[in-house]
């Protein structure tokens, strides 16, 4: 699987919204081009009275009000109160904060964008026509066909912008249209790069095998069970690459490592408006920054690994978010030579159906006629991350109290023994309601998790299949896991 970011269009998002303040907000009259200044002092806002202060006002004190005006009112999205995770805010924010201004959590888009919405095909097809499109997961999750023609591209742009504004992912076919697939045949990576010693993780434990291992020998389990390492049972392990082929993933280390695969993936990228680095990408905000700017390590980057069609809760990447855009292209997927390829694609859909993808989804999956469903996604609305941190650390300080009283118990008992045995001593440190648990991507949400999630918080993830030669794009700030469930590599 191959992951590119994208920086977005942050720029244009604050242009946007200094327009609506100056327009909507502050309904000031204009006079050759200058703000009147109201007579009524009591009828301005704090925004107001800022751009219509005779002092000099800085752009960043106008931004910063705008946004603090915008933050007022606004509802939670969560059923209950969060308990459980509080943001840590620095010393700079406190000054002149009261105490409920510090606990607010985090807004999306400081509450100003459109909520989240499920379209039907008799709605979108007539605005788009010539677009081919479809919906998934109720309708709340576009799949966008690349246009074959370039006259396409602006309105096949409206339609992407119309859901991505909401902060819903999208996912994109024929995403490997324009790139070169033969240099990605696990045999020609395995020919040319057979002997880099890599690192390789079992991905059911998260435990990094011990030895030393070459890349020809991941890739021949990769196409036949036979062949794989085997775990501690003496079973065909489950592995996946580590930071292949950069240490921590690099984008700048895997375009030296692999310039032609690097430049035939950048060369590939669909939404070039998004994706580009040259003058198309109009709103990639890091390649129009000027060069006296840091940027993002904006990709690419692969994620490799073997399937798993079994095991419903165990995912191939952990609960996590990154803080940029991001696409993800699903390059391969494959069932390995000497497995059953009907009944391993006949698991795979029971696993679809037990995870609670809708009846379209598992068709679809079913379908021999579509390419293989490589990776099963959960993706959550940005705006639901801190309610997943609150779940998680509840579910952690529930874990750690029902230990304690254990402890405390057994303690009681070797007393009234008058035991000798040493009991250690009970974890009495308070549990700390700044730690991000997302940031630790050592969680994979099972269906226990997912329900208490809808149930106490109203949080219900977006789920769907990857299949080969997809991508999806998931918005800054989304929590995501990916479970592979056939043998795939993917692209960021």
Known sequence: ???????????????????DECRTTLKTPMANGVIKKEEDPNSG????????????????????????????????PFKVPLRHFVRRVSEVEKSGKNKNELEDHYTWRHGLAPSVRAYNIGETKPLYQGITH?????????????????????????????VWRRGQPIVI????RKMNLNIWDPSRLSSEFGNVAVE?????TGDNLSGNYTLKKFWEGFSNVSKRLRDEDGEPALLKLKDWPSPGNSGEEF?????????????GLPLPAYTDRGLAGMFNLAANLPDVFVRPDLGPRSYISYGDSQSPDCGTYNLHLELADTLWIL????????????????????????????????RRAADGSESLPGCLWHIFHPSHADGIRDLLNREA??????????LTKKSRAAAANNSSDDVDDADNEDFDPNFDPIHEEGTYLNGDLLKKLADDYGIVPFVFTLFEGEAVVIPAGAPRQVKLTFHSYEQN
Not at 151 to 159: G, H, M
Not at 173 to 176: D, E, K, P, Q, W
Not at 397 to 406: G, I, Q, T, Y
Request: with cysteine.
């Open 1 to 19: 699987m191959l992951t590119q970011i994208i920086a977005g269009d942050a720029l244009e998002q604050v242009a946007d919204r200094m327009r």
């Open 45 to 76: 806002t704090h925004l107001r009275d800022l751009i219509g202060s005779e002092n000099t006002v800085k752009m960043s004190d106008i931004i910063d009000q705008a946004v603090e005006d915008s933050m007022e009112d606004k509802k939670s």
């Open 134 to 162: 479809s919906w998934l997961c109720d309708g709340k999750v576009l799949r966008l066909e690349v246009p074959a023609e370039n006259n396409s591209e602006k309105k096949a742009l409206d339609l992407f912008q119309e």
């Open 173 to 176: 076919g024929s995403a490997t």
């Open 200 to 204: 390789l993780t079992n991905i059911q």
């Open 255 to 267: 375009s030296e490592t692999l310039p032609g695969h690097s430049a035939n993936i950048l060369a």
């Open 331 to 362: 390059v391969r997927a494959e069932t390995p030579s000497d497995l059953d390829k009907p009944e391993y694609k006949n698991q795979v859909v029971r696993t679809l159906e037990f995870v609670g993808c809708n009846e379209a989804e598992q």
């Open 397 to 406: 300080a529930e874990k750690r109290a029902k230990a304690k009283r254990m």
